[in-house]
DNA sequence: CATGAATGAGCATTCATTCAT
DNA sequence: CATGAATGAATGCTCATTCAT
């Protein structure tokens, strides 16, 4: 997670192959450019500028801009792959635990990620349809994992039986993504408070309480 | 009347004044196709095309492209602003079941709603900066509204008073709001059931309770 | 085929819709402009300065550059045809002199429509596959036209027997076609000379006569 | 030697002077690409794949583009030099008979080198106009040597005498050079065969014969 | 109101050519 | 000789917007 959070950042520390680094550099610039003015609306162009290069120049990595979104998603599924790996490696935890711990990590990431996780979850229908279909079968995972936690958690009499667990999951993932459009970096608290209430918020959510208002009958 | 007589089979039914009928459908073609393709992607001959018009036609009901965009929002934000009003105007409920019943509502309207209510939270960036300023303008009650009642819950001893309403309010918002990604007409449940949960994560997620997993300290 | 060589004229006669006229306009500039440039070096810019347009309004008759190739290709295919046909339905002549009708006649077409035939023969590859095929295939009728005539005039001993169809018909062709690239419309003698010589040449090439060398045991 | 070693395998058996087959094999690359794709939407970069180098390093062999393109026309040239200068230098033919034998060795030549060959008719007019000039200027002794011996079939008795050189000497050209667009390595008859065809057909348009049909009185 | 041709600015992409290593 | 990143100009195409009919 150190890993991936780190990689917004300006590396400083750079062997003699300056090779990799230029690619993730361009990565970097487009996600900073995507994220401000929108992939659809941002031209080829702004993410040279963005890299003090020539638009044609920029083409040596590149074959399309779709490839520089795609690089995004790449990016970003990686690292999330590794917080979900980790996350369920930790032991001793009761469903409802490890459900904290991976919406405080996942948040925490997205917070330190906000340009690149701003593209990765706002522009995913300006894939093409291959590449979109790619990313979903990438999700699919972190669907099972955070389901199957809160049936265990009801199985376990953690959480509410009542609440479908894919309705809750959504919601669960809701609270995760979401950050990427109300936090503010200097504005909001710190990201360490954000993440740990947005466990609470979610456990919360889901877990088995006595007193909870039943309003589907109010329905109009 | 008589010259217009051609135009009669378009619509049938309709009162002495045709042209808020006209309005609306321009808008609701507007919302389908920019929910489809995306508003900067879509262009303003499918907008045409959806309508059966040709594309110079459509500049009668326009100025610019970006004004169809406006009328979603304005459109929302009516309802929006109207759903507000009624479940502030209900009496006798604790501040917990208010938010509970405000959670539901929205959620109902969403998914009653799903191709504007898209455009609505998707594609807010693709406003002209005074447009984008009064749309946030607009929202900023809802903001007050949720905080001042998660504030009352915790001086009511009803929420946990350690949970900071700034970031649980733009969780509550989340789990309305993200809806719009993962609801899928056929496949989900009910919009009322899918409401009633949403409103049961929402108050759950910030209701005082005995057991919570504390995790701040863990953070790297 | 008084017809089909007026088009490469500009019409003075027109109605009161020049709807068509417009259309037949673009595809004269465009065969002009490929003539003089070649198709691959010649830009939709030169196409529509050609024709005092501006580059997008071109694009109003058509959807891509290939469209205006290949417009020129179905009118040269559509006079082309018409020849055939009229060629095919003249009377009481024998293969021989159905042949040199019919090579009288395609010469006299290509003199009279230099840029377009010259795009015609000249830039077939540059098609799409799909357009390619289908030129071919336009093509057929007109080698089989030819070979069955050739076949004829040798069961009736008028054409040397010893001659390949095939190879001789495609010979006949290279006559008629490769005038657009030796004819100066100033400087060569008038198309009328030139289609009888070319007739009289084709003719000439395939008739059975006494004396003819013998090379083939020559070759090294 | 020793330091080119790593590159003996490209080539095994080559003299001491390395550099003449190299070039030729740029050449010959070329023409392939060329012949294959048009010289216009051919690029550089094809033309080093065919090499199996990369495109920078093909400039150590060329200046500009086109320098490919006119290496091709150089190297045509001299072969179709040393053809006309053998033809010429036969004795004892009578201009008929050597008509013939130039047709037949022009095509055999042009049957063995398709590519090359192709792209020397196909392509001359993008060369820039110095070197247009130039090649035409090349040209022009062919033209002369084949319009002198018709001149002098005729004067003999041998050819009509009612044919322009001029327009008869341009389809001889015509009857060579366009086995280029027509003859398939695998499908058409054998080189030979066809050579002999074509001077068989060439000779013939040509000669003096008793029938011929006249139909000059008949053009519109 | 409707039409549809025309406008003109902008964009993604290609490519011949250069040059420092 | 070879490399491959960089250049910069050009090209095909799109599209929001206008306007005469």
Redesign the pocket.
Known sequence: MAAAGARDREDAERGPRA?PR?EAEVVAAAARVFHERGYAD????EVADELG?????L??YI????DLLFRIFQDVHRDVESILAEVASVADLDPLERIALYVQRQVLYNLANLARISVYYHELRRLGPERLALVLEWRKPHNEFLRRLIREAQEQGLADPAQDAAVVGNCIFATIIWTYRWYRPRRSPSPALVAAQCARYAVGGIALQGQTPQQEGQTP
Chains 1, 2, 3, 4 share one sequence.
Request: charged residues 35%.
């Open positions: 090779r230029r941002a031209s080829v162009q290069i020539l638009k044609g120049s083409y040596h074959r399309t801009k779709e």
